[in-house]
T-cell receptor, first 113, second 113 residues
Framework: NAGVTQTPKFQVLKTGQSMTLQCAQD?????MSWYRQDPGMGLRLIHY???????DQGEVPNGYNVSRSTTEDFPLRLLSAAPSQTSVYFC????????????FGSGTRLTVV | EDQVTQSPEALRLQEGESSSLNCSYT??????LFWYRQDPGKGPEFLFT???AGEEKEKERLKATLTKKESFLHITAPKPEDSATYLC??????????????FGKGTHLIIQP
């Protein structure tokens, strides 16, 4: 049981490049979310999904796209990378129901130069 | 204005010296309050969910309590392995879908042997 797997663990991009951060979970969780974590700030919600085919925006969605074609996968796409997107990105999943906590992946550390 | 405020930002304790971390929130319509532990270079690890004032939950040396405006994470006789950043987060009925979480900035706890 791997939990939530994020790839890559580290990435350096040039300004204007695009890339996809991968996230996969093997727990059959319906809910999945992407957060970013910046120094001196709490984790902030980027996008979330309540099931395959359903996604919506969180607090800081600009510059990011998501899709959810399967229950297992929830990739995050950076359309045109900017230095302000330098951050650590976490994917998380949970079962339906407010009583369950999110299981987080180990993160992707992204640097945009 | 921050909706979730954690204090102190950092705390250094001697092994065995009990203390408490605070999480105050200003949101209305609280669905749940969550505590997570985060080790350096890793994703947050779920500890507790609290729903209503007066509720308490325990796990080993940790006990979380909830009032109408704040939550405390009590650490009893801590050991060096309890050193981590402790994150508080809230889920709101009016907040992001999929029980999207609003996080505080965390308390960095160091337990010295």
């Amino acid at each position: 049981n791997a939990g939530v797997t994020q790839t890559p663990k580290f990435q350096v991009l040039k300004t204007g490049q695009s890339m996809t951060l991968q996230c996969a979970q093997d727990m059959n969780h319906e809910y999945m979310s992407w957060y970013r974590q910046d120094p001196g700030m709490g984790l902030r919600l980027i996008h979330y999904s309540v099931g395959a085919g359903i996604t919506d925006q969180g607090e800081v969605p600009n510059g990011y796209n998501v899709s959810r074609s399967t229950t297992e996968d929830f990739p995050l796409r950076l359309l045109s990378a900017a230095p302000s997107q330098t951050s650590v990105y976490f994917c998380a999943s949970k079962r339906d129901g407010s009583g369950y906590g999110y299981t987080f992946g180990s993160g992707t550390r992204l640097t945009v130069v | 204005e921050d909706q979730v405020t954690q204090s102190p930002e950092a705390l250094r304790l001697q092994e065995g010296e009990s203390s408490s971390l605070n999480c105050s929130y200003t949101v209305s319509g609280l669905r749940g309050l969550f505590w997570y532990r985060q080790d350096p270079g890793k994703g947050p690890e779920f500890l507790f969910t609290l729903y209503s004032a007066g509720e308490e939950k325990e796990k080993e040396r940790l006990k979380a309590t909830l009032t109408k405006k704040e939550s405390f994470l009590h650490i009893t006789a801590p050991k060096p392995e309890d050193s981590a950043t402790y994150l508080c987060a809230v889920s709101m009925y009016s907040g992001g879908g999929a029980d999207g979480l609003t996080f505080g900035k965390g308390t960095h706890l160091i337990i010295q042997p």
